[in-house]
């Protein structure tokens, strides 16, 4: 099992392009997240999906947008990306967000630049 | 204002010694407690879950501990290798919410 998987590695983008981050799951997990982290800060969720057809905001949701494609899948879109977007993104999974032992399993993250 | 604290930020030691991190919550109403592993350039891994009947649980030479009357968690790591060398980082749920607070983590090095 690949776990979880995130594409691509490595981004640089200019202030106001978009782009898209992929991440997959292949534990068919019912919830996924999008976390980003940044120097001397804990992660912070921006957005997940408790369920397949689901997503809602986490604490910092400003500035993007997800999909929940189907089971394995969850997008994170950044519309016109900001300077203040450089950081490093991780998608996690888990069997049931609500399930009071539930354990997320991380991707190996997306480091992003934007200038 | 639910916050979840680590100390120290930054811990160096000997290959073989232990060592304790500790952390401090406040987060309410509390769910769980985890610890997470973080190696550099990798995405955290999964230590130990504890619940709020939990005081400690172990994870081969990590063992975790729980005061939930003081709101306080260690991680205390035994004989430590060279592989041990991380970022440790605490999480908090909250029972209200399901939303978990990272720690900013506690950054091991192990010297040989």
């Known amino acids: 099992n690949a776990g979880v998987t995130q594409t691509p590695k490595f981004q640089v983008l200019k202030t106001g392009q978009s782009m898209t981050l992929q991440c997959a799951q292949d534990?068919?997990?019912?919830?996924m997240y999008w976390y980003r982290q940044d120097p001397g800060m804990g992660l912070r969720l921006i957005y997940y999906?408790?369920?397949?057809?689901?997503?809602d905001k986490g604490e910092v949701p400003n500035g993007y947008n997800v999909s929940r494609l189907n089971k394995r899948e969850f997008s994170l879109r950044l519309e016109s990306a900001a300077p203040s977007q450089t950081s490093v993104y991780f998608c996690?999974?888990?069997?049931?967000?609500?399930?009071?032992?539930?354990?997320?399993?991380f991707g190996p993250g997306t480091r992003l630049t934007v200038l | 204002k639910n916050q979840v604290e680590q100390s120290p930020q930054s811990l160096i030691i000997l290959e073989g010694k232990n060592c304790t991190l500790q952390?401090?919550?406040?987060?309410?109403?509390?769910?769980?407690l985890r610890w997470y592993k973080q190696d550099t350039g990798r995405g955290p891994v999964s230590l130990t879950i504890?619940?709020?009947?939990?005081n400690t649980k172990s994870n081969g030479r990590y063992t975790a501990t729980l005061d939930a009357d003081t709101k306080q968690s260690s991680l205390h790591i035994t004989a430590s290798q060279l592989s041990d060398s991380a970022s440790y980082i605490c999480?908090?749920?909250?029972?209200?919410?399901?939303?978990?607070?990272f720690g900013t983590g506690t950054r091991l090095k192990v010297l040989a």
């Open positions: 996690a999974s888990s069997e049931a967000l609500r399930e009071i032992t539930d354990t997320q399993y």
């Open positions: 534990m068919n997990h019912n919830s």
């Open positions: 999906s408790a369920s397949e057809g689901t997503t």
């Open positions: 952390c401090n919550y406040t987060v309410s109403p509390f769910s769980n």
């Open positions: 504890m619940t709020f009947s939990e």
């Open positions: 999480v908090v749920s909250n029972s209200g919410t399901y939303k978990y607070i």
